[in-house]
């Protein structure tokens, strides 16, 4: 498999994760700023949360690495959580704009 095709299955991983307050998974809403493949298929993953006390902030990262880490070819999962630049719904994308109302 590719890094593209990994790449692929690994953000059809992370749109079986959703926000328990918002029926919109992590990668529509725009929660995943980056996802990189590095040799010998370790994926690493740099994600937000739509606040800081996001109540969901012990659950969601840690559903992502479960559910990336079970794609057939990964290796290792990392996930890394910034505030840096803040969430906006600016970031989500057009399916959860219109998902939520905001189209």
Do not use: H, W
Request: glycine share 4%; aromatic share 8%.
């Amino acid at each position: 498999m590719t890094d593209e095709e990994l790449k692929e299955q690994v953000v059809l991983a992370l749109k079986s994760v959703y926000d328990p307050e918002i029926p919109v998974d992590v990668y529509e809403l725009g929660l995943i700023y980056d996802i990189k493949i590095f040799p010998v298929n370790n994926v690493y993953i740099l994600m937000t949360l739509t606040s800081p006390s996001c109540p969901s902030a012990g659950t969601i990262p840690s559903e992502i690495e479960e559910k990336v880490r079970a794609v057939e070819g990964v290796s290792d999962v990392s996930v890394e959580l910034t505030f840096d630049p803040p969430y906006s719904t600016e970031l989500m994308s057009e399916v959860a704009k219109l998902e939520l109302g905001f189209m």
